[in-house]
Each structure stands twice: as structure tokens, then as C-alpha cells.
């Protein structure tokens, strides 16, 4: 049975830093790739980064890019989003999904296979 968890969500003020963890178990791919993804309501679900777990090759996009940072344990079974220097509009659900390796980047959610339940984090001004 596949499961993706996520935990680390939280509300923090502006400029404060939180860091999202993704743990997986059951997953039969021979080569992955993890997405972190996020969505306010009435908004589609965005990409914000990816890695691929086999050499770590990783993606952020533009819009967070030099705040967020994506890594995962030695392991390969963890997979982190550190967030730092976060904005109010930073504010959203945040999931993490795996799928097959391949589909390019930004991470597009038709993609990926399996998700996790989603972390809210909450950014004041």
C-alpha cells in the first residue's frame, strides 16, 4: 500500500522559515520522482518543486526559487521542502505526490500518481 505523508506545516510570520517533510512507503517504481505542490481554494493546484530520486536532480520554481529548497534523506524515502523567507501569498495547502520518473518539468499534477493528505501552512504579514 502506498503512502505519502506530509508533516511540518504550520503559521509563521513573514520572513520566518518552516520545513515540509514527505515520507514514502509502498512505492514500486524502479526510478521516481517526488513533487511538492500547492493550492488556495479556487485556485489550480501549483508545481513549486521536484526531485528525482535517483540522482537527486531537483526543480523550483521560479516563484520561490532562492527561498525554497528541495532535498531528500540518504535514504531516498524522505523528501524535505525548506521553506525560508516566506510571504503571505506563500499561504496554501502544500502536497507532495510521487510518480514514474520522466514528464519533465514544472512538475504537472496529471503526472504523478499518488499524493499525501496536504500540510496547510499559513503565512502572516
Known amino acids: 500500500q502506498v503512502q505519502l505523508v506530509e508533516s511540518g506545516g504550520g503559521s509563521v510570520q513573514a520572513g520566518g522559515s518552516l520545513r515540509l517533510s514527505c515520507v514514502a512507503s509502498?512505492?514500486?517504481?524502479?526510478?521516481?520522482?517526488i513533487g511538492w505542490f500547492r493550492q488556495t481554494p479556487g485556485k489550480e493546484r501549483e508545481g513549486v518543486a521536484g526531485?528525482?530520486?535517483?540522482?537527486?536532480?531537483?526543480y523550483v520554481a521560479d516563484s520561490v526559487k532562492g527561498r525554497f529548497t528541495i532535498s531528500q534523506d540518504n535514504a531516498k524515502t524522505t523528501v524535505y521542502l525548506q521553506m525560508n523567507n516566506l510571504k503571505p501569498e506563500d499561504t496554501a495547502m502544500y502536497y507532495c505526490?510521487?510518480?514514474?520518473?520522466?514528464?519533465?518539468?514544472?512538475?504537472?499534477?496529471?503526472?504523478?500518481?499518488?499524493w499525501g493528505q496536504g500540510t496547510q501552512v499559513t503565512v502572516s504579514s
Open positions: 505526490a510521487a510518480g514514474p520518473y520522466g514528464g519533465g518539468w514544472p512538475p504537472r499534477p496529471t503526472a504523478f500518481d499518488y
Open positions: 509502498g512505492l514500486t517504481y524502479t526510478r521516481k520522482r
Open positions: 526531485i528525482w530520486t535517483g540522482d537527486g536532480s531537483s
